[in-house]
Nanobody, 125 residues
Framework: QVQLVESGGGLVQAGGSLRLSCAASGRTFSRSAMGWFRQAPGKEREFVAAITGSGGRTYYGDSVKGRFTISRDNAENTVYLQMHSLKPEDTAVYYC??????????????????WGQGTQVTVSS
């Protein structure tokens, strides 16, 4: 069983930056692809970014490309989402998610097996 705990959300002005962290439990972290998703009120959950177990490949949703960066520290069992040039439309609850070990990294939320509780990001205009 994997437990994920997000932190780092908050209120920021448009154009600002935030870094989200997701601490994972378990011994298989380095063998699991990790992803970030977000969900705004009244909207479906949206893919934000994903990273392979080794950290060698990353993937981004079109709306965040060039502004957000996903990374991971396997020694610390932590994945990060660095967010720059934030916009009001980035306002959402951000969720960290993990796939089971050895699965191919995915952009669909249905492929992820473990989820954090979410952290709120609010961007004011």
């Amino acid at each position: 069983q994997v437990q994920l705990v997000e932190s780092g959300g908050g209120l920021v002005q448009a154009g600002g930056s935030l870094r989200l962290s997701c601490a994972a439990s378990g011994r298989t972290f380095s063998r699991s692809a990790m992803g970030w998703f977000r969900q705004a009120p009244g909207k479906e959950r949206e893919f934000v970014a994903a990273i392979t177990g080794s950290g060698g490949r990353t993937y981004y949703g079109d709306s965040v490309k060039g502004r957000f960066t996903i990374s991971r520290d396997n020694a610390e069992n932590t994945v990060y989402l660095q967010m720059h040039s934030l916009k009001p439309e980035d306002t959402a609850v951000y969720y960290c998610a993990a796939e089971s070990p050895y699965k191919v990294v995915a952009t669909s939320s249905t492929e992820y097996d473990y989820w954090g509780q979410g952290t709120q990001v609010t961007v004011s205009s």
